[in-house]
């Protein structure tokens, strides 16, 4: 199964960690104050919109209707053949009632199978919003300890801390920020209820084919019967 959401990990994070780790930390203060709106900007830049999961519903619909317009004109070209190999009148009797007995099981199979994908479509999309919405929240939290780690790291400057300290520090918060903010994207890429729902979903039109293949069975079994007996 296909990941629910695409989202890049956002790359604001090594900015600001990179060059404090390159550089002394005389002048990490100086420098603190110039990248914070810089890292709040790029993070909230890189944020992105997330979209529903598409499965390309119309085109599958559109694919399905021709395919199964193919196999009408099939089963008729078919029932035609049968009707000009046994032409008698009992033949025909019989004939028709396994079409009739036909076109109820294929509409029964087609009615079921589409009330299986509605379902599931419906519920995927529900699943995608959910998962959407916590990427969203997560990405919120994001932005918010990173400021509060720049702005931590300001007041420290300010108020005339060590800045070796001060620089530690505020790399520990950036470094937590981002931990936390993947440890909560994992979990939710991670989360099972997709495939959970595919599998109930093919449970469900496999069980949907095997009921309308012992119908068939039984009803071309009463046809070769008939057809064997006139």
Do not use: W
Not at 11 to 23: D, G, L, M, N, Y
């Amino acid at each position: 199964m296909l990941v629910v959401i695409n989202l890049q990990t956002l790359s604001f994070i090594s900015i600001p960690t990179v060059q404090a780790r390159q550089s002394e930390a005389v002048g990490f203060c100086a420098r603190v104050e110039l990248a914070a709106n810089d890292g709040i900007a790029n993070l909230k830049k890189g944020r992105r919109q997330h979209k529903i999961m598409d499965f390309g519903t119309q085109n599958k619909k559109d694919g399905l209707i021709d395919a199964r317009l193919e196999y009408d004109k099939k089963r008729d070209s078919h029932f035609a053949e049968l009707i000009k190999k046994y032409g008698s009148s009992q033949n025909k009797e019989a004939i028709s009632l396994y079409r009739q007995k036909l076109s109820v099981a294929i509409e029964l199979r087609r009615t079921s199978i589409d009330t299986i994908r509605a379902e599931f479509r419906s519920r995927i999309g529900e699943v995608s919003i959910q998962h959407r919405n916590q990427i969203d929240a997560a990405e919120s939290q994001l932005i918010s300890d990173v400021d509060a780690a720049f702005s931590k790291a300001k007041q420290d400057c300010q108020s005339g801390a060590d800045q070796q300290t001060t620089k530690d520090n505020f790399i520990n918060d950036m470094k937590t920020a981002k931990s936390t903010f993947l440890q909560a994207k994992s979990a939710v890429l991670s989360e099972s209820s997709i495939d959970s729902l595919v599998n109930e979903r093919d449970v469900k039109i496999k069980a949907a084919f095997e009921a309308f293949k012992t119908t068939m069975q039984a009803a071309r079994t009463e046809l070769i019967s008939a057809l064997n007996k006139n």
